[in-house]
């Protein structure tokens, strides 16, 4: 009989301590976790206090030196298409136009002095589908592409997670094209005017 009632007493005060750790940590769940943030590094050391971020009012930092959202500056991008042929899934999709000889000035040179000869009217990352992987980054001669610590980009619309780095707009990509095929025309036009005179001299020569 004593056995009976000491197991009943066991059960409650068992019951009594599950419940009173879940209240404590209920009590303990409407307080934060220190005044300093999620920035604390001792922020998730701390026993108490609420775990849940207040997302996105609260986020965990990414490291400075993070490899998240791609970045290229355009104005060192040589248009190689190294980045493009590396990318095991196709996010970057580039498009080049030869720089004209008397163009070459306004082109310019990149920050480590390499004349640019390709405009790149078309530089997108699609980063809806990228995988940070590096492998882009990696081969690139210039360093220009480059990934940023920016880990948080959602979007509702995917359309706005393809990113353009071109440095042409359409109209001057157009009349860049243009300038070429006129460029080549002439130098055409030339090389057969050259070749007939040629031909003329020769035919001359021979009578
Ligand atoms: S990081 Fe990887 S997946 Fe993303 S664009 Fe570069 S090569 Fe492609
Ligand atoms: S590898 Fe670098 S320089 Fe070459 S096209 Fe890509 S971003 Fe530009």
Redesign the pocket.
């Known amino acids: 009989m004593s056995e009976y009632f000491s197991n009943i007493k066991t059960g409650a005060v068992t019951i009594a301590t599950g419940l009173g750790i879940t209240l404590k940590h209920f009590f303990n769940a409407t307080k934060r976790k220190g005044d300093a943030g999620v920035d604390d590094v001792d922020y998730f050391r701390q026993v108490d206090g609420l775990c849940t971020l207040q997302y996105p009012r609260e986020v965990i930092p990414t490291p400075l030196n993070g490899r998240y959202r791609?970045y290229n500056n355009i104005e060192d991008c040589i248009g190689c298409g190294q980045?493009e042929r590396?990318?095991?899934?196709s996010?970057?999709t580039i498009e080049t136009i030869k720089v004209a000889a008397d163009d070459l000035a306004v082109c310019g040179k990149t920050s480590d002095g390499q004349q640019k000869k390709f405009w790149v009217p078309v530089f997108d990352?699609d980063t809806a589908?990228?995988?940070?992987?590096?492998?882009?980054?990696n081969v690139c001669p210039t360093d220009c592409l480059v990934?940023t610590p920016v880990s948080d980009f959602s979007q509702f619309d995917r359309q706005n997670l393809l990113y353009h780095f071109g440095n042409l707009t359409n109209q001057e990509a157009e009349a860049k094209k243009r300038k070429n095929a006129e460029l080549q025309a002439k130098a055409l036009a030339e090389k057969e005017k050259k070749a007939a005179e040629a031909a003329q001299q020769e035919k001359s020569g021979g009578e």
């Open positions: 791609l980045c590396a990318c095991p899934i996010c970057i990352i589908k990228c995988m940070t992987c590096g492998l882009c980054t990934h």
